[in-house]
């Protein structure tokens, strides 16, 4: 062997091909949909290396989800074109949360259309036999469709909200807990040297599992979730009381879905998005209303897209991988229209029409919810 061959990657299925049960799939196409995730490249890396290697399988790339559907954006995805991905973040496919088949706004002039069927006349013209649709709620629900009108949608859900109903874990959620805890252990020391409040608004939605997570991880005095509402009166009382007691700084680690009882979410509407209302801003208007009550300065960091940007965590490689493998394992077992999920440790799947619309939040009995209250968090209630 040359110092030439050893720069030659190896591309050749390095496992014996499987015998499929399915016989008629022999090309797939592939798309990642919503807000991107660190893990998705993970997922796209071994849905093509498995239906490639163990499965003789053509497998096509599909452009910015849905768009590139109903776009014809498609094109053959090689060994090669899915190597020296797991690491990195994004999705080499290009992603957009802002086209639904059934109703997509192609003109921005608030007069969404059904697309559904120019999407299939290009899943058959590229000659697709099935897709495997790498997403969170909205690209469930727009396989939907595609499923109604009789294409085959293997769903892997993604999101580092961890807000996928019938899933215990997504991939994204670990590496976005990650970010979030170290910006939380960063503001501390800050906040120390200051004797300041500091707020974290962390992302997750209508869910407060980020905020939950990370939260507990980096000790913050106090968690705001989207499922507990707080009261400013309890949560400006705990930060004078940890003053009294000669604790010069707290810790708030607020999730951008938190409310005030009986008040609003703090949000702007995008008439343009399937997903129209963006939450964020919850964590700006806290400090001015914590530093007005309680006389202590307050700041507010607003973590955003900085928690879904980058590497992956070994992790989130590792749930993508599973979850990528599994999609066509299902797919070439004969299974139609599932979603690959996590119950109790084990890689499985579910009925994919059964997760539209529908959210995964944080029950309030959940045991890090008293483990955390065990040790004196305070959840502003
Ligand atoms: O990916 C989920 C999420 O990060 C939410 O936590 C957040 O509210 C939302 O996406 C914002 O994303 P976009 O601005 O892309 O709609």
Redesign the pocket.
Known sequence: MTPQDLLVENTQPTTQAKQPMSQSIKRIGVLTG????PGLNAVIRAVTKTAMYRYGLEVYGIEDAYLGLLRNRISPLSADDVSNILTTGGTILGSC?KCNPAAYDANGDGNPQDVTDRCLEHVKENDLDALVCIG?DGTMSGAAFLVEKGINCIGVPK???NDIFGTDITF?FDTAVTVATDALDRVHTTAASHHRAMIVEV???NAGW?ALHAGVASGADVILLPEIDYDLDVISNYVQERSRKGKRFTILCVS?GSKPVGGELVAKI?PT?P?PV???GVGYVLAEQIQAMSGIETRCTVLG?V??GGTPTPDDRVLGTQFGSAAIEALMQGKRNRMIVMQENRVTDIDILSVANKQRTVPLDHPLIDAARAVGTCFGD
């Open positions: 919503g807000g991107d995730c949360n969170g999101t580092i909200d994204g992302m997750g939605r980020i951008e995008d998005s997903d963006k939450l964020g897209y928690q879904r």
